[in-house]
DNA sequence: TAGCGATTAATTGTATGATGATTTAGCGTG
DNA sequence: CACGCTAAATCATCATACAATTAATCGCTA
């Protein structure tokens, strides 16, 4: 008793033993990678027991979960079918985390890229005439760890989310504010597939800072314009990185 | 035990399997509708089984469901807190069908409607290069529905709801796809609160079909400019119903 | 009495097995 | 060959028990 809690507690890398959360995040993996293609019914319940190692409750609940974003779709005595990629909820932040840099399609980047384009400078004309006092310092501060991060490209990545993720909440629009995720998703991608491309960050800072200014002066159309210049710095990175496959479209 | 079981199969308007699907239903209006407050934590696990008379198996798979909707968090020991509103996923179709026109707030709608504003007219221009064949003779006859209505103000904002769908799918960008929930939420909004106000359904008929026109024409501007114009016609229909409470910016 | 550490108790998390419900598949019959 | 029926496989739900976690309580010490 004591000492099997003692040695739980010792051994606590894993304090949190979130089992089921695991195994949701192992299957919605396996789907998203590509080990369970669309169309395909997975392993029936008892037989998942088995590989995870879980009970039947814990498979349970994480088809559930996954069901709610759109992966599978479960259906009595046929099993749970793998949806059409076309039904995935790709706002969803997991699934996009799932998918990975690896198997991000060239058409869902596209679709994001297009879709900042489209969001972000919007937010941030709005930005201009609701951003709190809180806000923009917050947005400033990013600013400032992306300059401090110089050569971890990481912590420049994480930055840099943040400050785009506080802008779209800074735009105090709620339905802009739920589409952080997919910027995580897109620079998460640029961070993997950038590794040896280094892709001028100062002229990138610059413009944001530039955008914090604007908010500062309540200057939407400037703000605005600092929006475009800076999705149009990562679509050229985008588009270099990619070779230009895909045949994004860089119009808009 | 028995009598419970006959009593269940008896009662059966639900024979439909969907047992789970009602209970989260149920938890999941109970929370929108605000008879749980964010913040509080709601009745334990075994509580809610009797409240709605099953298993503890169906609670926990509901409030997994709900957790991952954003809106409860549960933890271990202190049970589970209905989480701020803030971070309610209000893209969820489920959500918005739970919060229902009569809690929507104002800032909620103000924000879908700044949202529409955005991105239907990119996904229109967009649309103008993209759309299908199949697409534009879904959007054809999704404008034919509406002028079929007449009279019914049901079937009009269904065919309503089904040709601003199309549109952004028909843009071919799955983050504009994935945003059609947002509309239904929108319109079906609209359509309870317009009851008695006759809003003019036969203009906003023709840019509908002007949009249309312009896509099978490859006018992307024209598209862009239609949309916009049937989004004007929305922003001032919503305005009149809420009479402009809320100051709704309509800028943008 | 105030502060603090260990114990306890209550609730969620997980496991197990059984039963009912539903759909696919196979079979038999006209 | 078509059609309906039986039956088996699998999910859906239920019931129960145990483990893990943490808030709350109790008791000890200064």
Redesign the pocket.
Known sequence: M?D??TR??LRSP??????????TAAIGADICGGRFPPGT?L?????L?ETY?????????S?KVLETKGLVR???????IVCDRAEWNVLDAQILEWMGPDVLSAELLGSILEARRTVEPAAAFLAASRATAQEIADLERACDDMGDAEGDLEAFTAADARFHETLLKASHNKVFHQLSSIIHAALSYALHASNRAAVKRDEALDVHRELVDALRLRDGARAETCSRQILDLAARDLSRLMGDAGGLKTNL
């Open positions: 004591t099997k809690a739980r507690s894993l304090r949190r033993p979130r089992v089921r959360h695991n195994v019914v392993p029936r319940e008892s037989d027991c190692g879980v009970s039947r409750t814990v498979i349970r609940e088809l479960g259906r009595p005595r046929v099993g749970t």
